[in-house]
């Protein structure tokens, strides 16, 4: 069975740095690219980037490169979504997805970023 | 970067009737790679339809996808309570890969 399972919820506090995480497992972590995908509250989905596990290959959407860090672990199976400097309209629920076509979800990490 | 709209925003309807949800690209989607997900309040989004017209697993008849180039509807047959949701389009033909910002599904 495939799963994805991101970390609890964070809260922080504006120019803190952040790395939330989204383990996989059920399937072959280097085969398939795992996206991340922001939902600030009561609005649409934003795709931000997504990661080839198998060799790093990384796309970022512009609106948010230079903005985070996608990263990830093939030893573990983890991908990774870093901030080095938060700012308060960072507060938002934050989903990895599994492929281009997003089959699998995680069930979403909520960062909250307030003095 | 292909700006999707969807529409309507909202759309009031009543168990039993058909929804018809409308996708509309900036630009033709390469291979009509076009993804419809449902999300309810406090979950995760699902994966309905890829490919513009091919059903996820697990996914109702009731759901059906068409289109090709720039524009693609999602529709439902006939509404079940459980299909009050949002529904977003997706493209992923392109990089960067989009959404558009939604349509909402909502009881009559």
């Known amino acids: 069975e495939v799963r994805l399972v991101q970390s609890g919820a964070e809260a922080k506090k504006p120019g803190e740095s952040l790395k939330i995480s989204c383990k996989a497992s059920g399937y072959s972590f280097g085969d398939s690219w795992i996206g991340w995908v922001r939902q600030m509250p009561g609005k649409g989905l934003e795709w931000m980037g997504i990661i080839y596990p198998g060799d790093s290959d990384t796309r970022y959407s512009p609106s948010f490169r230079g903005q985070v860090t996608i990263s990830a672990d093939k030893s573990t199976g983890t991908t990774y979504l870093q901030w080095r400097t938060l700012k308060p309209s960072d507060t938002a629920m934050y989903f990895c997805?599994?492929?281009?076509?997003?089959?699998?979800w995680g069930q979403g990490t909520l960062v909250t970023v307030s003095s | 970067e292909i700006v999707l709209t969807q529409s309507p925003g909202t759309l009031s309807l009543s168990p039993g009737e058909r929804a018809t949800l409308s996708c509309r690209a900036s630009q033709s989607v390469t291979s009509n790679y076009l993804a419809w997900y449902q999300q309810k309040p406090g979950q995760s989004p699902r994966l309905l339809i890829y490919?513009?017209?091919s059903r996820a697993t697990g996914i109702s008849d009731r759901f059906s996808g068409s289109g090709s180039g720039t524009d693609f509807t999602l529709t439902i047959s006939r509404l079940e309570p459980e299909d009050f949701a949002m529904y977003h389009c997706?493209?992923?033909?392109?990089?960067?890969?989009?959404f558009g910002q939604g349509t909402k599904v909502e009881i009559k």
């Open positions: 490919g513009a017209s």
């Open positions: 997706q493209q992923y033909g392109s990089s960067p890969q989009t």
């Open positions: 997805a599994r492929e281009r076509i997003f089959d699998y």
